[in-house]
């Protein structure tokens, strides 16, 4: 008798440790592996380059294979028939034209009118004086020579030279600059960044004619060696948060980057946390803004969506388009736009709570609508309306992915099932489907961020359906000491309001005119914070009455 | 094996925190479709001294309410969308319990409209009945309470043309009366601070029915009085005009017409009340305590039939008089009855209480009596503040 109630009690303690302890085994199971990944190294023939150019070749062959779009060709320099040099090239990634027109045929035709002696010619002379297409430097590294070829550079090789020369002439098909899928205005500019690196740096650099204006490359990724870039403009940015934001993107071990959310997923500072710490933008205005005010953006190549960091959680509730509208009406659409959110979070778990604990609440017409309409329906609310959600949920992503011809299809299924057919199959009642188009509606208001509303709205309609108002108002708790705990590179995810900045307050859910605005958000731009000078606000001039 | 007993104690361990997590929280839940909105109640006694209670409960119907689509549009017998269930008990939650052997759903209190007592129920002592009504906690204290000569379920059964529900009707009747100040409106609240004060007798309204061409429509008014003591019962009546005498002192006349007739030609002026204010001071005299009421009445000149001029500052001034003459009348009235009846409707021990606590304390063993002897100083100010879109009537000469 004794022994079992003591097995039993140490059980529950032991219990204990060890859920704890699968917890920890599971978290290990995520985030450790054994370190099997196996470098993509070429083989390492020779460090060096050697004299001989026929050598050279064949290392290059060698490292490179035998695709098709590596080009080796070799030519005799100037009309002497004794020196040889050659272009090792990658054809999709050049400019023909270019390599033909300024590196091949100066170097055979225009040799001798150089005084070049082509049996001793050397680099520098050649870089001098013939090649005029832009030049990344002089190296006699492999490794650096077949980088430089892999991201489209000519390389120019010559016979008795231990040097090569890497010769910029990249060249291949991308998309023009279009108008942004994601962020549509009304009013502001129209251009969005597009998948090449430099296209999107250009669109930056166009908009910020300050020789402040930084960039950082780093190349990441160890099978891609993507080229990823900070931007961000010296003397506002404050030095720590560049040294952080370069320390972290020097920390990823990755094979590859193909697009700007691993490097989020790599960098941010809560990982388990269905809130955004970082922030994402497609559209060229809006990253150079965070950059004034003293963020940095990394551009990744291959991807129109350039990150901006550290980000608050207001920025959800913000757009583009509010500064260059009128300050009463942006403030409005703000506001809007926190409704938005909260409706379209809460209002599911609202319905559940009111109908099935606190049904005093409802006006009593109401009510006895509600009651009318939820007679003869099989399932309890909390099941109508999960039914509900994840049916919008599956119509909402079969017309996000479906071809556009194959989508208006799913818009008349999808109006039928959840507008009609469900209350007068009786499977649910009318109220619910009222709810649910509401709930939709508003998750649309702020369509950057819907996947936060989506968690947040299940675990909500859960919390409604087993503890009623009581579970929400605990959601709610939680999601706050949440947020309040949050940091986007050491700050404060709440900031301006916890901690609370007065300053910060003039552009957070109301915006100011901007003659009221005249520091940059808090904590951003430490260095630097006042950004324009105050007292500008449009007035009579006082001399002249 | 011990490893295996651990291991199972362990997964037992963790299927009961799961268990805790998922099961507890559903226990006060209930679906909207297994609930029976309760929008009236009323109770009362075949005699005044039987032991058993009849219990009425109204249920609304949702299906048959015009608001939801496919409910009949008119409404008869058949399919009314409510439902009267009426059955005997001991008590008020036996007899409600004793009604789930013919109706399945759960009854919901929380919408509770009106709550009508019977006159043998009212005579014989409702304390106890109450306490059904403060300690269940679905109920709110927002129902409005009237007391009917004839048997509840009579009352709601009526039917009006408005509201298809009858206890929904006659909460919008009592809410009305605020407009013609001729019945006291009182919710459960304010009958139970009345039936807990040390002084104060309970009131509510009256209900009656009325014949309208074929039908019997619902007709509230007036107050009835009930006594202080261990059992409050009904022990009388204020008639109409009586029950705005009451509201008058108590302050509670938001609106109303008082009518009177103009002497040269005896035709009827009538004004519209727009406020009233009471200012009450109670003076502690040897012989017992003086009350000053003074009230600020402020009145528009609603409709004269008589054809004179009534703007100009004599004819003001004599309208004035004969306005807090009617007003003072009414009061009197109401007063007469509360001294006869021995009842302190106005809540005057409490402002002793608070003016003079100790002077209370010797007072309240024979505050009826006491009440009943008291002296009161009526001053009544009225002021008649416009008259209209005219200033006499156009077609006087």
């Given at each position: 008798m004794y022994k079992t109630q003591k097995l039993v009690q140490n059980t529950s303690i032991k219990g204990a440790s060890y859920l704890i302890n699968y917890f920890g085994r599971l978290m290990r199971f995520i985030q450790y592996g054994r370190n099997k990944q196996v470098l993509a190294k070429y083989v390492k023939i020779k460090q060096v380059l050697s004299t001989s150019l026929s050598e050279n070749l064949t290392t290059f062959r060698e490292i490179m294979g035998s695709s098709y779009d590596i080009k080796m060709r070799e030519f005799v320099i100037g009309n002497s028939e004794q020196t040889k040099g050659a272009v090792v090239y990658i054809e999709v990634l050049t400019d023909r034209e270019a390599i033909n027109q300024n590196i091949i045929k100066p170097l055979i035709y225009d040799v001798h009118l150089y005084d070049l002696q082509p049996d001793r010619i050397e680099m520098r002379q050649i870089q001098n004086m013939i090649i005029s297409e832009s030049i990344s430097g002089i190296t006699s590294d492999f490794d650096e020579l077949v980088e430089a070829c892999l991201y489209g550079n000519v390389l120019l090789l010559v016979d008795g030279c231990q040097e090569a020369m890497m010769i910029e002439a990249q060249g291949w098909e991308s998309r023009g600059i279009e108008q942004p899928e994601t962020e549509?205005?009304?009013?502001?500019?129209?251009e969005a960044f597009t998948e090449v690196l430099n296209q999107n740096i250009s669109l930056i650099r166009r908009k910020v004619n300050n020789p402040n204006l930084r960039l950082q490359i780093h190349k990441i990724g160890r099978q891609t060696k993507t080229r990823v870039c900070t931007v961000y403009i010296e003397g506002i940015v404050n030095p720590k948060l560049i040294n952080e934001v370069n320390s972290r993107l020097k920390g990823i071990d990755t094979d590859a980057i193909l697009e700007s959310g691993y490097i989020e997923q790599f960098i941010e500072d809560e990982s388990i946390s269905p809130f955004p710490t970082i922030s994402h933008s497609e559209k060229p205005d809006i990253i150079v803004a965070k950059i004034l005010e003293g963020r940095i953006a990394i551009v990744v190549d291959g991807t129109p969506f350039v990150l901006a960091l550290p980000m608050f959680f207001v920025e959800v509730f913000q757009t583009a388009e509010d500064y260059y509208i009128r300050p009463f009406y942006a403030t409005f659409l703000r506001i809007i736009r926190v409704m938005a959110f909260f409706l379209s979070t809460l209002s599911p778990a609202l319905y559940v709570a009111l109908s099935t604990y606190n049904q005093e609440l409802i006006p009593t017409s109401l009510i006895i609508t509600m009651a009318g309409a939820k007679q003869?329906?099989?399932?309890?609310a909390v099941i109508d309306v999960l039914i509900m959600v994840i049916t919008f949920e599956i119509i909402r992503e079969a017309g996000v992915r479906l071809p556009r011809a194959v989508g208006q299809a799913i818009s008349i299924v999808g109006a039928l099932v959840i507008g009609e057919e469900a209350v007068s199959a009786g499977l649910v009642g009318a109220p619910v489907v009222i709810v649910i188009a509401i709930t939709a509606i508003s998750s649309f208001v702020i369509p950057a961020q819907i996947n936060i509303i989506i968690l947040l709205r299940f675990i909500y309609i859960t919390l409604a359906g087993l503890f009623g108002f009581f579970g929400i108002m605990l959601g709610l708790v939680g999601m706050i000491i949440h947020l309040a705990g949050l940091r986007s590179f050491g700050i404060p995810y709440l900031a301006p309001f916890a901690p609370l900045e007065p300053q910060g307050l003039k552009d957070s859910i109301v915006r100011l005119p901007f003659w009221g605005i005249f520091f940059r958000p808090p904590f951003l731009g430490k260095i630097n914070r006042q950004r324009r000078a105050p007292q500008q606000k449009p007035q009579p001039d006082q001399q002249n009455n | 094996m011990v490893i295996l007993v651990v291991r199972f104690y362990q997964l037992l361990f963790i299927l009961l925190l799961l268990c805790t997590i998922c099961l507890n929280g559903c226990w006060n839940s209930k679906e909207l479709s297994d609930i029976a909105l309760v929008t009236g109640m009323g109770f009362d006694k075949e005699k005044v001294d039987s032991q058993e209670v009849i219990m009425t409960s109204q249920v609304i119907i949702p299906k048959e309410h015009p608001s939801m689509a496919g409910a009949a549009e008119s409404t008869s017998e058949e399919n009314k969308p409510y439902t009267n269930l009426t059955q005997k008990g001991v008590s008020i939650f036996d007899a409600v319990r004793k009604t789930n052997a013919f109706y399945s759903n759960k009854q919901f209190w929380g919408h509770l409209k009106t709550v009508i007592i019977g006159k043998n129920a009212a005579k014989a002592g409702i304390n106890s009945y109450m306490d059904f009504l403060i300690r269940d906690h679905e109920l709110r204290r927002q129902a409005y309470i009237l007391i009917s000569e004839k048997k509840p379920e009579t009352i709601l059964g009526l039917m009006a043309d408005m509201e298809l529900i009858p206890s929904i009707t006659m909460q919008g009747l009592v809410e009305s009366a605020r407009f013609s100040g001729f019945a006291s409106s009182v919710n459960l609240q304010n009958f139970l601070s009345r039936l807990m004060s040390e002084s104060t007798a309970p009131i509510a309204a009256l209900v009656k029915t009325k014949k309208h061409e074929a039908n019997a429509l619902p007709h509230v008014y007036g107050t009835a009085i009930f006594s202080k003591g261990k059992q409050a019962r009904l022990i009388g009546k204020l008639n109409e005009h009586e029950t705005r005498g009451f509201l008058f002192v108590i302050g509670q006349v938001k609106s109303g017409i008082v009518s009177f007739k103009y002497p040269p030609t005896e035709e009827i002026v009538s004004i519209e009340l727009l406020s009233n204010k009471v200012a009450i001071k109670p003076l502690f005299k040897k012989k017992g305590p003086v009350f000053q009421v003074t009230l600020k009445i402020i009145g528009a000149l609603g409709e004269q039939l008589y054809l004179g001029d009534l703007t100009s500052f004599q004819a003001k001034a004599k309208l004035n008089r004969l306005f807090a003459q009617e007003v003072r009348r009414e009061v009197m009235k109401s007063m007469a009855k509360a001294k006869k009846l021995k009842a302190d409707i106005y809540g005057f021990g409490e402002i002793i209480y608070q003016k003079n606590p100790h002077y209370w304390q010797k007072i309240k063993k024979n505050w009826p009596e006491i009440f009943a002897k008291s002296e009161f100083d009526l001053k009544i100010k009225t002021r008649i503040k416009y008259s209209g879109l005219i200033i006499k009537s156009p077609i006087s000469n």
């Open positions: 549509i205005v009304i009013r502001g500019p129209r003869g329906t099989p399932f309890p | -």
